[in-house]
């Protein structure tokens, strides 16, 4: 089946520094790609809706200067944390379909400190 | 706008046992609906999903779950459960006439013991 796959797995960074997180679709093309951000024990909560070769559709209440999306070919979607400070620490996830079934990224593990 | 409800947080059972875990939906057109498995520190695994058709949907390592629409629901369902089973589940719609969006619940954590 499709597989997406997400990079790096697990990050520590200082507060201050930027974090760049990948997520590329293997086998099939993505046009569009989506990022969620996940808290301890609780669901998965929609950041933004990435569009290749256009802006990033963000949800309400998150920053879009904070979360930088591009979203440049058809298999790649890149989410930069920006001056992450401790309170962005979360797990991130990624996801793209195919048809009308989603493929999520193995997540990251965005750990600043 | 969309939401979904899984209304137990945490499922404590025996292995051996069967499970339900329960899901209910609101919308007010068409929907998709899925269930997806999380292990920990990892990305969700598809176990089943509902698109049209037959209402009893048979999913992945033994998992079923029933479309009702006059109930909006969507359990999902397992005769008797493994240690393995042990992990966070997710209920999750997708609106059939606007894209691919997903909408998740809170989530379920079930839990086997021995």
């Known amino acids: 089946g499709a597989v997406v796959s997400q990079h790096p797995s697990r990050v520590i960074c200082k507060s201050g520094t930027s974090v760049k997180i990948e997520c590329r679709s293997l086998?099939?093309?993505?046009?569009?790609m989506f990022w969620y951000r996940q808290f301890p024990k609780q669901s998965l909560m929609l950041m933004a809706t990435?569009?290749?070769?256009?802006?990033?559709?963000?949800e309400q209440g998150v920053e879009k200067d904070k979360f930088l999306i591009n979203h440049a070919s058809l298999t790649l979607s890149t989410l930069t944390v920006t001056s992450a400070h401790p309170e962005d620490s979360s797990f991130y996830i990624c996801?793209?379909?195919?048809?009308?079934?989603?493929?999520f990224g193995q997540g990251t593990r965005l750990t600043v400190v | 706008a969309q939401s979904v409800t899984q209304l137990d947080s945490q499922v404590p059972v025996f292995e051996e046992a069967p499970v339900e875990l329960r899901c209910n939906y609101s919308?007010?057109?068409?929907?998709?609906l899925f269930w997806y498995v999380q292990y920990p520190n990892q990305g969700l695994q598809l176990l089943l999903k509902?698109?049209?058709?037959?209402?009893l949907v048979k999913g992945i390592n033994g998992f079923e779950a029933e479309f009702n629409k006059s109930q909006t629901s969507f359990h999902l369902r397992k005769p008797s459960v493994h240690i393995s089973d042990t992990a966070e589940y997710f209920c999750?719609?997708?609106?059939?006439?606007?894209?691919?969006?997903?909408?998740f619940g809170g989530g379920t954590r079930l839990m086997v013991k021995p």
């Open positions: 996801s793209a379909f195919t048809n009308t079934e989603a493929f």
């Open positions: 086998d099939f093309q993505a046009t569009t």
């Open positions: 990435s569009n290749e070769g256009s802006k990033a559709t963000y």
């Open positions: 919308s007010s057109v068409s929907v998709y």
């Open positions: 509902y698109l049209s058709g037959s209402t």
């Open positions: 999750a719609v997708s609106l059939r006439n606007a894209g691919n969006m997903l909408t």
